[in-house]
Structures are given as structure tokens and as C-alpha cells.
């Protein structure tokens, strides 16, 4: 097969790219953790957005997908996927409606997350609605302060037997998102965050369990915490995302190494000063996110490479700035010809990916393929 920049030579920019055999490497990679600790592998497509891709995480035996989206889960359950865990509190009766006349379209089983009576309510009038039993999770927040309840919060028991008592509501367990992983100085600092989680969801556990409530799953889901954890006791499901492509955020945190990162944004040098090369590609392709939930120490929007050194890591330029159709890479003594082709490891891939329409897969076919990007945005 001819090398990549061979290829790209002949790809116009920005794209975003896809190589094929560090994918599939990443998708067995964390099926084999999920399998090596027992627990099942849920992962969560909001980072791909692919129906390609979920087929091989299904075939790499995943039990089913993690969503965000009402909209994002739609597309995935008319592909096919029999179970989806939608991990964002619907409140919305309009969208639990969707949901549940799809899930009967296409026989998809749904569990939810709540963390509010309002939430619970919301449930409970649905299920009347449309004549069914669903299943929750209560969110439990581990440390992130996004959404969940607290292992202290006093209203921790009244909602699970706000659950418990309704029958046309099932109790299936807690679910956590550690995202505040991201925040931690390395892996040791990664693999604290994982142990703090799984120590406070087997406290609220037990608590339940004391008061006569069965928890059948406790699901927990990032991928740095994926990759450090070695904290799995009575932990069911793992929701990883990110680990399909990886990024500057993994790296960053030393639990990955570069050859790893399955995603990249092919661009080209269009222009160039004393202090920048300028690049088409800005905030519109790469996005401005310096990384998630506190996350420390990645400097500017990415790192380019001329495509000739994407292997081997020399020459790196950072791209310190952005504008929306222009990046610019800081130079520091050196030189690449207007017309040039960088490639470019984004801090944030789930980010890069929502911003485009398709992926350019390399390494499949002798010729590069084209995979949509079929949930990307979904903002009506
Ligand atoms: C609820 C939930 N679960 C799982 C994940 C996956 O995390 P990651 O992208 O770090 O793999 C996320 C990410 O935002 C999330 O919000």
C-alpha cells in the first residue's frame, strides 16, 4: 500500500483522518481491559458519532452504546444496536417520547439516568404514556460536580424509593462519569480518581443494599480512568468514549503513546509571516478546547507535523492560535513552503469529530474510504 503522504498528496484540506488499523487496535485494546476485569464494555459513540465504527466496537463485543443525544441515539438504534444507555438526564417528555416509540420501532432496549424527582417524575409519566416499564440508573457524582447526587446527599434514598415504589419504573443500579480524570497530574493521579469512584459507588451500594434495595449493575465510564483503573470491584460496565481515537489529552496524562492516536486533521500551509505558518484549518475544524474538566499542561489547539514526519513525531510545530478558518503554527526557526501539508494531533478528538462530515479512512482499502459522520452536531 502507498505511504500516507503519498496519498494525502492528492486529499484536498482540511480533512479529518482516520487510520484504520490504530482504530481497530484501540477498539480491541479496551475490549480486552473490559474483558480482562470482568465487567461489560459500553462505549460511549458521542466521540465518533460513526455507525461504522460502533459496528466494530459491537463486533469487538461491546454489549450495546452509551449516547448523550436523544437524536445521537436515534440514528444508532435504526442501525441496529439493540441497547442504549442514554447518559445525560432526559427531563424532556418530548424527547423520552422519541425514544420510546423508536425503541418500539426497532425492539431497542433503553436504561436512563436520573438524578431528580422532577427527572423521575418525567420517567414515570412516560412509561404510563406509552404502556412500559423503564429502567434507571441513578447518577452518583464522584467528584466531577456535573450532574448526580452525592453519596452524602440526603436525598440519595427517597429517589431510589421514589423508583423502587413505581411500578412502572425499574431500579437498575448507579453510574458514575469521572470526567474530573482529566484534571489529574499523570496515571498514578488517574488511577486515584478511579479508586475514589469505585470506593464511594460500593458505599452507596451498600447503603441501598441495607435498606433492602438490590443494585444489579453500577456502571462506570471515562477512558483515562478505563486505562488506569485497577479498582473494579463490584463495578459491572465500563463507558468509555475518547479511547477509539485518543488524543493530546491521554497523552498528555502519559497513559498512551502517540503512536496510538487513531485521529488526525490533514492541513495545508497557506500562507506564512515572520513568527507563524498559517494553516486552513481553525477553530471551525479543531475546535478552541484546551481540553476537558481542568485539564493541565497541553499548550495551544494541537501539534502539526509535516505529513513526511507524522511517524516519527519530528518537527512538531505547535498550533498556538486560532482563528475560525486559520491556525497558526508558532514556527521557532523553521521553515515548510506555502502549499505544504501538515498533519495535525488535535487536544480533543470527540470535539474535531463533531465538526466534520465525514472521516477519510486510511489503511482499509488500498484507496482511502470515506465514513460519515452521521450524528455530527444534531443541534435543530
Ligand atoms: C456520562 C459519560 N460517560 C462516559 C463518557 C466517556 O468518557 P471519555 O470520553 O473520557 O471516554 C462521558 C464523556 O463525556 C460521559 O459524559
Known amino acids: 500500500m502507498p505511504a500516507d503522504h503519498t496519498i494525502l498528496s492528492t486529499v484536498e484540506t482540511p480533512r479529518v483522518l482516520l487510520d484504520y488499523d490504530r482504530l481497530v487496535a484501540n477498539i480491541r485494546w479496551m475490549q480486552q481491559i473490559a474483558d480482562t476485569h470482568g465487567v461489560a464494555l459500553r462505549p460511549h459513540i458521542k466521540t465518533h458519532k460513526c455507525l461504522e465504527i460502533a459496528r466494530l466496537q459491537m463486533e469487538a463485543g461491546a454489549v450495546g452504546i452509551t449516547a448523550a ?27 423520552i417520547d422519541r425514544l420510546l416509540t423508536a425503541a418500539r420501532t426497532h425492539g431497542t432496549e433503553l436504561r436512563f439516568i436520573v438524578d431528580s424527582m422532577t427527572g423521575i417524575q418525567a420517567m414515570a409519566t412516560a412509561a404510563r404514556r406509552h404502556q412500559t416499564t423503564l429502567h434507571l440508573f441513578l447518577k452518583i ?38 470526567g474530573h480524570a482529566y484534571g489529574a497530574k499523570d496515571r498514578e493521579g488517574v488511577r486515584a480518581v478511579a479508586r475514589e469512584e469505585c470506593a464511594i459507588l460500593n458505599r452507596v451500594r451498600q447503603r441501598l443494599e441495607e435498606a433492602g434495595i438490590r443494585v444489579a449493575e453500577v456502571s462506570v465510564g471515562s477512558t483515562p480512568t478505563a486505562i488506569a483503573s485497577d479498582a473494579y470491584e463490584g463495578i459491572t460496565e465500563m463507558r468509555p468514549g475518547n479511547y477509539v481515537f485518543l488524543d493530546r489529552m491521554p497523552l498528555g496524562l502519559g497513559l498512551i503513546d502517540r503512536s496510538q492516536i487513531a485521529l488526525s486533521v490533514l492541513a495545508m ?60 503554527l508558532r514556527r521557532n526557526g523553521f521553515d515548510l513552503p506555502v502549499g505544504s501539508l501538515v498533519r495535525i494531533l488535535p487536544n480533543h478528538a470527540c470535539v474535531v469529530a463533531n465538526l466534520a462530515d465525514h472521516y477519510l479512512v486510511l489503511g482499509k482499502e488500498a484507496t482511502p474510504v470515506q465514513w460519515p459522520v452521521v450524528a455530527r452536531a444534531l443541534v435543530r
Open 269 to 328: 500551509v497557506v500562507s506564512a509571516n515572520d513568527e507563524y505558518l498559517i494553516i486552513d484549518a481553525g477553530s471551525k475544524v479543531l475546535s478552541s478546547d484546551l481540553g476537558p474538566h481542568g485539564m493541565q499542561g497541553i499548550e495551544g489547539y494541537g501539534v502539526a507535523y509535516p505529513v513526511a514526519d507524522f511517524d516519527s513525531g519530528k518537527n512538531g510545530l505547535t498550533v498556538v492560535r486560532l482563528s475560525e478558518e486559520h491556525g497558526f
Open 69 to 95: 443525544k436523544t437524536e445521537e441515539a436515534l440514528k444508532f438504534m435504526a442501525d441496529g444496536i439493540r441497547s442504549v444507555t442514554l447518559a445525560h438526564p432526559l427531563v424532556s417528555a418530548v424527547k
Open 141 to 178: 457524582d464522584v467528584g466531577l460536580h456535573r450532574c448526580g447526587v452525592r453519596e452524602e446527599d440526603p436525598r440519595l434514598l427517597p429517589l431510589v424509593r421514589r423508583i423502587e415504589e413505581d411500578p412502572s419504573l425499574r431500579f437498575v443500579g448507579l453510574l458514575s462519569h469521572a
